[in-house]
């Protein structure tokens, strides 16, 4: 089994981070474009390719305010794998993103791909989204 495991740190506070990754304004200013309401249960549906015509949807199995969210692919390139937790962290320089997605079969040529990616989204897109207010969502990110 392989992970994919990321920690940026954001100069930012935990509730600005938190809304960045629960509300459909802010994941689709950093990653893509997203329909969703921050309740457990829901769905948060993400779109991506030329057109939006590429559809992941995504559970949101926990909530907690300024300190974690959850998710399970429903359906998509990632189901089977086990949740996406984004754990938000303290650091004295504002707050840390954790980030795990574990559960990975192995570490093959899509693994490798999607590890970069969300390394690039975290890095770059999220953290300047936070700290500049401009983040770089699909399909304005780099083609790797």
């Known amino acids: 089994m ?3 495991l990321h920690r940026v740190v954001i100069e930012t506070d935990a509730d600005s981070l938190y809304r960045a990754l629960t509300t ?4 689709s200013s950093w990653w893509t474009k997203c329909d969703t309401t921050p309740e457990v249960g829901n769905t948060a549906t993400f779109y991506f390719g030329e057109k ?11 909530l907690t305010p300024g300190k974690q969210v959850k998710w399970k692919c429903l359906e998509g390139p990632w189901a089977g794998t086990e949740d996406f937790t984004f754990d938000i962290v303290p ?3 504002g707050v ?11 570490a ?3 693994f490798m791909h ?4 969300w390394g690039l ?18 399909p304005m990110d780099p083609r790797i």
């Open 2 to 4: 392989a992970d994919i």
């Open 24 to 27: 459909s304004e802010g994941l």
């Open 52 to 62: 939006c015509d590429h559809i992941v949807d995504m559970e949101i199995t926990g």
């Open 91 to 93: 650091d004295e320089r």
């Open 96 to 106: 840390a993103l954790e980030f795990a997605n574990h559960g990975w079969p192995e």
């Open 108 to 110: 093959d040529k899509f």
């Open 114 to 117: 999607c590890n970069c990616k």
């Open 121 to 138: 989204f975290f890095g770059n897109s999220l953290k300047n989204y936070l700290e500049t207010g401009t983040g770089q969502p699909h």
